[in-house]
């Protein structure tokens, strides 16, 4: 199980942050589709997310996940 940290809207919905289990080598889309599933509640939003491993961004590289990594879920936000 590896800890993800939520923030925003899915913070207060779902939790700060949830264990879900992710193999070691995952692209960003397949964490993604996961942790939607796992939240199928949630799917669209999740789905939509910025994921960051360790404080940096990834892209749409393959991310090598352990369990002491901070791995976060940013939904999109707006404002003015």
Same mark, same amino acid.
């Given at each position: 199980? &590896?800890?993800?940290?939520?923030?925003?809207?899915?913070?207060?919905?779902?939790?700060?942050?949830?264990?879900?289990?992710?193999?070691?080598?995952?692209?960003?889309?397949?964490?993604?589709? &996961?942790?939607?599933?796992?939240?199928?509640?949630?799917?669209?939003?999740?789905?939509?997310?910025?994921?960051?491993?360790?404080?940096?961004?990834?892209?749409?590289?393959?991310?090598?996940?352990?369990?002491?990594?901070?791995?976060?879920? &940013?939904?999109?936000?707006?404002?003015?």
């Amino acid at each position: 199980m &590896i800890p993800i940290k939520l923030f925003a809207y899915l913070a207060e919905a779902i939790a700060p942050e949830i264990s879900v289990a992710l193999p070691t080598e995952i692209k960003k889309e397949d964490l993604l589709a &996961i942790v939607a599933k796992t939240y199928p509640n949630y799917a669209a939003e999740i789905e939509t997310c910025s994921v960051a491993v360790n404080q940096n961004f990834v892209q749409d590289e393959t991310i090598s996940l352990t369990k002491t990594d901070e791995v976060a879920l &940013i939904p999109p936000v707006s404002g003015g």
